[in-house]
């Protein structure tokens, strides 16, 4: 079982147990921003998403120290947005009980749902804590925001800053990451084999198998887009290997399970375009303003899916769907005709919307 699994399991019986034991904070009012904690769990599209924030926060209170508790698995995010001055890991025992021990004058927990992480904001030592007021959780914050399940999700986010008087003004459209210099570097070595062709980007993966649209009907775009000259470049960890060959056949170049996350993100942005479903890496492609064609069927594109004419949302809308909520997605009784019903040609014409020129030597 996945630790994230255990997780889930674990969180309502955390909550019903654990949650009444601890008393609420005394209100309290936000005049000091020299030392914010930021609280992200879970997965990296999330924490892509908190780069705006936190590039708002920084430019509100510069001299403001803002460290990020937030796991391994998405740690790596972080790297690529340079206002961070320290993370911690709380699956790493010395870095979460150094984040019990230090004194913070904010703590921002950005879940939106399970109720660890609001228990973990409520023992962090912090006259202000701000939250999601999504379930009983709310008792453990001084500021309760609402949350809007079918609000863009970065706008969520920009809303736990009310408290702090930060301006929520932000362009969806704009790039907020930026690569460290030796990823940079690394992904120009690994591009090579292309002798600077233009390519596109395909993450065939996703958190779930749910969310996957399947290694086949990638192929089938790489082979239209090495028809009208494009190379393919597929990235992803280990377990999207297999999918990689299969999808750049001889033309392409699968560096899946090559790269750091930061490797990836220098990778994508030197490319015309990313192909993804709903998936964390989709959200780094937007957040280095690469144009993207992505795919929802179970999730809510509303919430999740990148904004503005540069990135193409292909949905089908099924009555059914979203059926996705909180991390959590019920049985498929149909199949998830929502997502495999997309046709390798919807992705090539989408494609055909964003890169209306043929492609040039960089």
């Known amino acids: 079982m996945r630790k994230a699994d255990l997780l889930k399991i674990l969180d309502p019986l955390a909550g019903r147990l654990l949650l009444p034991v601890l008393s609420r904070p005394c209100p309290n009012t936000a005049h000091d921003f020299r030392r914010i904690l930021i609280i992200r769990p879970g997965g990296i599209g999330d924490a892509v998403l908190l780069a705006s924030p936190v590039k708002l926060i920084k430019q509100s209170y510069p001299d403001t120290h803002i460290t990020i508790l937030a796991e391994r698995r998405n740690s790596g995010t972080f790297t690529l947005i340079p206002q961070v001055d320290k993370v911690l890991c709380y699956d790493r025992i010395g870095n979460f009980v150094q984040a019990l021990r230090d004194y913070y004058d904010v703590v921002i927990d950005t879940e939106q749902w399970y109720r660890l992480s609001a ?3 409520r023992l962090v030592r912090a006259p202000v804590k701000i939250g999601f007021d999504s379930n009983e959780r709310r008792s453990m914050f001084t500021h309760c925001i609402p949350y809007d399940q079918n609000a863009y999700e970065a706008d969520n986010f920009l809303a736990l800053l009310e408290p702090l008087g930060v301006s929520v003004k932000c362009d969806a459209g704009e790039a907020s990451l ?13 591009l090579k084999p292309l002798c600077s062709d233009s390519f596109v980007v395909i993450f065939p993966g996703a958190s779930i198998q749910e969310k996957r649209w399947g290694g086949r009907r990638f192929c089938l775009v790489a082979k239209r887009l090495a ?7 597929v990235v992803g960890g280990r377990e999207e290997w297999a ?6 056949g001889g033309g392409g170049l699968n560096l899946a399970g090559r790269t750091t996350l930061a490797e990836t993100a220098a990778v994508i942005a ?3 375009l990313m192909i993804s479903g709903d998936s964390g890496v989709l959200h780094i492609a937007a957040g280095l303003g690469i144009p993207t064609v992505s795919l929802f069927g179970p999730s809510n594109a509303n919430k999740w899916a990148p904004k503005g004419e540069r990135h193409v949302v292909l949905n089908h809308h099924l009555p059914c769907s979203p059926c996705s909520k909180f991390g959590s997605m019920p049985s498929c009784p149909i199949d ?3 997502i495999k019903d997309i046709t390798p040609d919807e992705v090539i014409t989408a494609i055909g919307r964003l890169l209306s020129q043929p492609p040039e030597k960089k």
Do not use: F, T
């Open 243 to 248: 999918d990689g060959n299969m999808i750049v």
């Open 119 to 121: 228990m973990v904001a």
């Open 336 to 338: 998830l005709s929502c």
């Open 227 to 233: 028809e009208n000259g494009y190379k393919v470049v």
């Open 270 to 272: 030197r490319s015309s």
């Open 178 to 190: 930026v690569l460290p210099p030796q990823s940079v570097s690394k992904a120009v070595e690994l």
